[in-house]
């Protein structure tokens, strides 16, 4: 990138960018001129190590090269697309292109090499511009009418406004996120900034410096001052994701911050109090985590005052149509193929999944049908392996009352195998990737297979010779990443 003007990068608050270019020097250039204006920005070569950078985090804005090869544009594109509309998309790419590859990525912004400062800039905040309305006019809101989810936004309501920290607990892929914004909407905090962040996602360091800020010189790259996610939820709601994976030293920095309100920013010595309103989210046993000595006690009693439980989607059946329907619609919404709707059939299989991935993973089944179906209806054969073969095992007893719990365990084990296979699969039978994308950690995949009597190397054996016979592999490069593959940002400018 050629620079020709002096930009002022305080005029907006800097967000967090990921740079992707096959020309490393160029992404590290770039992504170094933007830290200098404050911004946390990345730099990556391809798509393969963008994608999982964006599972793990949130990011404002993507710079990518629309020349990427091996398809990564597209495969960015349409990751962020899918799972994170909340990120701005810019490309980079010569000015003939301009045109078929706004429409065929779905760009919010566009910059022509030699790219000038200013207008890279311009571009990085136009699509941050862009993402944030997506989020406010469309974001989706608590969907269902089952009695479980009346009760959590009935408990949400009366909490709304309650000063102290509230915890939200279930498993991976509920909706907690989305529950911690509707209890944002609902309170008197609402014309306030609701500030998420993934703890699960950050380094110790890099967390530290993204709650707290940072000054100059605090550590090597930071060139400027830069408020963090505290002072940036003042007079709103800040929500801590994934708190359980919080290091001892962040616990005990957490811990003084949710009994005063009060901390001093990375390399700097002046106390920061702020009015906010703290709630925080994990789908881990934080009381057996403080048996196991992982977390701390003082800090579980702190949070363990107000709570709220999301159900599963295996207790709340009958508000998979409505969500099927709400899901298929932002899938036409941006810009798919048509499809008039889900026949009976595929809401009939849907309704006997056991849904170990919950919302997250119907989502992702929908998207997947809507991407990969041929009909103007998704029909059964339209749906991901793990939960078409879910489906016809007929797992009624995950949702039935009375069923005992031998009978639920038997339900859920081949489904969960089977999405286990396919996630280890789709990332080269890495199990860091693959819990990942599963939106759980390392040690609960280990317990998984463990208790599903997986043994990792007899299978990747199995399923290599399998495919080596088979000459054939389905195309699961075309599926939609899994739950927590966030999209990513790319970086592309010519220097």
Same mark, same amino acid.
Not at 8 to 27: C, E, H, I, K, S
Not at 50 to 78: M, N, Q, T
Not at 348 to 369: M, Q, T
Not at 387 to 403: F, H, K, N
């Given at each position: 990138?050629?620079?020709?003007?002096?930009?002022?990068?305080?005029?907006?608050?800097?967000?967090?960018?990921?740079?992707?270019?096959?020309?490393?020097?160029?992404?590290?250039?770039?992504?170094?001129?933007?830290?200098?204006?404050?911004?946390?920005?990345?730099?990556?070569?391809?798509?393969?190590?963008?994608?999982?950078?964006?599972?793990?985090?949130?990011?404002?804005?993507?710079?990518?090269?629309?020349?990427?090869?091996?398809?990564?544009?597209?495969?960015?594109?349409?990751?962020?697309?899918?799972?994170?509309?909340?990120?701005?998309?810019?490309?980079?790419?010569?000015?003939?292109?301009?045109?078929?590859?706004?429409?065929?990525?779905?760009?919010?912004?566009?910059?022509?090499?030699?790219?000038?400062?200013?207008?890279?800039?311009?571009?990085?905040?136009?699509?941050?511009?862009?993402?944030?309305?997506?989020?406010?006019?469309?974001?989706?809101?608590?969907?269902?009418?089952?009695?479980?989810?009346?009760?959590?936004?009935?408990?949400?309501?009366?909490?709304?406004?309650?000063?102290?920290?509230?915890?939200?607990?279930?498993?991976?892929?509920?909706?907690?996120?989305?529950?911690?914004?509707?209890?944002?909407?609902?309170?008197?905090?609402?014309?306030?900034?609701?500030?998420?962040?993934?703890?699960?996602?950050?380094?110790?360091?890099?967390?530290?410096?993204?709650?707290?800020?940072?000054?100059?010189?605090?550590?090597?790259?930071?060139?400027?001052?830069?408020?963090?996610?505290?002072?940036?939820?003042?007079?709103?709601?800040?929500?801590?994701?994934?708190?359980?994976?919080?290091?001892?030293?962040?616990?005990?920095?957490?811990?003084?911050?949710?009994?005063?309100?009060?901390?001093?920013?990375?390399?700097?010595?002046?106390?920061?109090?702020?009015?906010?309103?703290?709630?925080?989210?994990?789908?881990?046993?934080?009381?057996?985590?403080?048996?196991?000595?992982?977390?701390?006690?003082?800090?579980?009693?702190?949070?363990?005052?107000?709570?709220?439980?999301?159900?599963?989607?295996?207790?709340?059946?009958?508000?998979?149509?409505?969500?099927?329907?709400?899901?298929?619609?932002?899938?036409?919404?941006?810009?798919?193929?048509?499809?008039?709707?889900?026949?009976?059939?595929?809401?009939?299989?849907?309704?006997?999944?056991?849904?170990?991935?919950?919302?997250?993973?119907?989502?992702?089944?929908?998207?997947?049908?809507?991407?990969?179906?041929?009909?103007?209806?998704?029909?059964?054969?339209?749906?991901?392996?793990?939960?078409?073969?879910?489906? $016809?095992?007929?797992?009624?007893?995950?949702?039935?009352?009375?069923?005992?719990?031998?009978?639920?365990?038997?339900?859920? $084990?081949?489904?969960?195998?089977?999405?286990?296979?396919?996630?280890?699969?789709?990332?080269?039978?890495?199990?860091?990737?693959?819990?990942?994308?599963?939106?759980? /950690?390392?040690?609960?995949?280990?317990?998984?297979?463990?208790?599903?009597?997986? /043994?990792?190397?007899?299978?990747?054996?199995?399923?290599?010779?399998?495919?080596?016979?088979?000459?054939?592999?389905?195309?699961?490069?075309?599926?939609?990443?899994?739950?927590?593959? $966030?999209?990513?940002?790319?970086?592309?400018?010519?220097?």
């Amino acid at each position: 990138m050629i620079r020709h003007a002096s930009v002022d990068g305080q005029t907006a608050v800097p967000g967090r960018v990921l740079v992707v270019d096959d020309d490393r020097r160029v992404a590290s250039q770039t992504a170094q001129w933007l830290c200098g204006l404050g911004w946390h920005a990345s730099a990556v070569g391809n798509a393969d190590e963008a994608l999982p950078l964006l599972s793990r985090g949130r990011y404002d804005a993507c710079i990518v090269d629309g020349l990427l090869p091996a398809d990564g544009a597209s495969r960015i594109a349409a990751t962020l697309h899918v799972s994170r509309p909340a990120t701005g998309l810019v490309i980079a790419a010569p000015a003939a292109c301009r045109t078929d590859l706004t429409a065929a990525l779905g760009a919010d912004s566009f910059v022509t090499p030699p790219i000038r400062d200013d207008e890279l800039l311009t571009a990085v905040r136009t699509a941050v511009a862009a993402g944030t309305a997506r989020t406010a006019a469309g974001e989706a809101r608590m969907l269902g009418g089952s009695p479980s989810i009346r009760r959590v936004l009935e408990l949400g309501e009366r909490l709304a406004d309650a000063p102290a920290t509230l915890l939200i607990t279930g498993e991976s892929g509920t909706g907690k996120s989305l529950l911690a914004r509707e209890i944002h909407r609902m309170s008197r905090r609402r014309a306030g900034r609701f500030v998420e962040v993934a703890c699960g996602s950050l380094s110790e360091t890099l967390l530290e410096s993204e709650l707290f800020g940072h000054v100059a010189g605090a550590f090597t790259g930071a060139t400027t001052d830069r408020d963090g996610k505290f002072l940036q939820a003042d007079g709103g709601t800040i929500f801590l994701d994934e708190i359980a994976t919080a290091s001892a030293a962040m616990q005990v920095k957490l811990l003084r911050v949710l009994q005063d309100l009060q901390f001093e920013a990375v390399g700097g010595s002046r106390t920061h109090a702020v009015d906010a309103r703290v709630i925080l989210a994990t789908n881990e046993d934080l009381a057996g985590l403080v048996a196991a000595g992982r977390f701390r006690a003082d800090l579980f009693w702190r949070v363990n005052v107000l709570t709220i439980d999301m159900p599963p989607l295996r207790e709340r059946i009958d508000d998979i149509p409505l969500l099927a329907r709400h899901f298929l619609a932002a899938q036409r919404a941006r810009g798919g193929r048509a499809i008039e709707g889900i026949s009976p059939a595929t809401l009939d299989v849907l309704a006997r999944h056991s849904w170990p991935g919950n919302v997250r993973e119907l989502e992702h089944a929908i998207a997947f049908a809507a991407c990969l179906g041929r009909g103007a209806w998704i029909e059964p054969a339209d749906l991901p392996p793990a939960v078409r073969l879910g489906g $016809a095992a007929g797992p009624q007893a995950a949702s039935g009352p009375d069923g005992t719990a031998g009978a639920l365990k038997r339900c859920m $084990a081949h489904p969960e195998r089977q999405l286990i296979l396919d996630a280890l699969e789709r990332h080269g039978w890495r199990r860091d990737a693959a819990a990942r994308a599963l939106g759980i /950690n390392r040690t609960t995949l280990y317990k998984k297979l463990k208790r599903l009597g997986m /043994n990792l190397a007899e299978l990747q054996s199995r399923r290599a010779v399998a495919g080596h016979g088979q000459g054939a592999v389905e195309p699961a490069s075309c599926s939609p990443p899994a739950a927590s593959d $966030a999209t990513s940002t790319a970086a592309s400018a010519s220097r």
